[in-house]
């Protein structure tokens, strides 16, 4: 016979937070948003704890170098997409752990063979008035000089110049070594009245360029999540297929935690792969497992050696996993059934395995709820799909900016191993779509915007650290006409609002 789950499946959307008493201490500033990212024996510490509890979906539409900076600056961490080849991965890892805050990495580079009429071109192109001189003109090959808009005159020199001829030779130009942080960078600009400043390597190798106008943007990011050489932070995801050539490469390119992405965890490719991480690095590679959706997936993979569990089969914004296979559980269910296994672990092992919740936020308050339900942090791609930072491009749609954002089963990223049952290389049938989502600017803005929600909510549960708001948290679940009520309701909405109600 069957097994039959007692009562019905929820999702958040279906429940709201009954607010508790608050104290007078308890005001969103005092609000510690950490979150440990691995397991950790009790009375431990975790090797990594979030500064802020979100972490980037494993997605070509979300998860790439550029949103994975922006991520760690605001106290999260992006999990690099692993449907594209181990090179390619471990190449966007290593742009994340050898990104410098404020060093800026050239996209226009000369070499010393090019004409005057070619920098002219480039310069059209990019609006850069000072462009390197490298060895290929590669990023960062050997810094050979510099050129700007003090080196030629377009209208009088000949078009043929070459760089070489023009350019202010390495010599004459006033660099800082790598090792420079961007206060120190900043004063040698201002003491030899500089508008940029090349950074280069002991061998003479451009690692990119400080700016004087970037200086005040970049000063100041209290939140973000450095590893212990003060660099970015950045995980990235794997399969169950071809983890012994892959794990290696991201291993050696930095990343600080992998994450196996399967659409299914409850299964016996994912105990392999562990185990094989496991038997070669031992503890010191971190490695997340899933999804599941209940308890018993949970304990598989906890015991498997996971470092984290993933919750979710099929609530994400793209997948269609439940109407291709009738697979999946409400989010809001799967979790709660999850977070009790995992509490209920760490009392019997002293282990405590932390949980991810992904997919299905919507709005920012269900992040708060899926907090108090008991995750330790979310994996978000539809809300991170929306910000400038995401590798997709922006389209205007009816007048609207949009940016693209596919599922990883979608057609579009062809990406058979998340899917894997260990038989054909191929995608016989899609379990996500093609979408776009209303473009949502800054990643900055929107996530500080978020976390002063979920800070502000968590007060009036009475909480001012996520272990709090997992004890505290009075939850209550709604009918479908307290839903009607809890919105706008029995108004004609103004033009106005539309940007209210866009905002997630
Ligand atoms: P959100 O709701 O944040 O969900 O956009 C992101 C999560 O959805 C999962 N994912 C998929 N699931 N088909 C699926 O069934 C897909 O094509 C697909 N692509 C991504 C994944 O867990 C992600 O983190």
Redesign the pocket.
Known sequence: MATFFPGVSHTFSEYLLVPGYSSSECIPANVDLKAPLVKFRRGEEPAITLNTPMVS???QA?SGPRLAIALAQEGGMSFIYGSQTAEDEARMIREVKSYKAGVVVSDSNLTPDMTLAEVMRLKEQTHHSAMPVTENGAPHGKLLGIVTSRDYRPSRDPQDKLVREFMTPVEKVIVAPATVNLSEANDIIWENKLNQLPIVEEDGSLVGLVFRKDYDSHKSNPNELLDASKRYVVGAGINTRDYAERVPLLVEAGADALCI?S?EGYSEWQARTLAWIRENYGDSVKVGA??VVDAEGFRFLADAGADFV?V???????????E?KGI?RGQASALIDVCEARDQYFEETGVYVPVCS?????YDYHMTLALAMGADFL???????RFDESPSERVTVNGSYMKE??????AR?R?WA??DLGGDKKLSF????DSYVPYAGPLRDGVQSSLLKIRSTMCNCGALTLDELKEKARLTLVSATSLVEGGAHDVVLKETNQQVLFNN
């Not at 992904?358 to 919507?362: A, E």
């Not at 994996?379 to 799909?385: E, K, N, P, V």
């Not at 899609?430 to 779509?433: A, L, T």
Request: aromatic share 10%; with cysteine.
């Open positions: 979906a494993i997605m979300v992405d659409s899933g999804n993933k979710g089969i099929g609530g994400g914004s793209i997948c269609i996993t439940r291709q999946g992904d997919g299905g936020i919507v994996m978000l791609g539809r809300y991170f799909a954002y596919w599922g990883e089963g979608s990223a990406n998340r899917y899609v379990e996500g779509v």
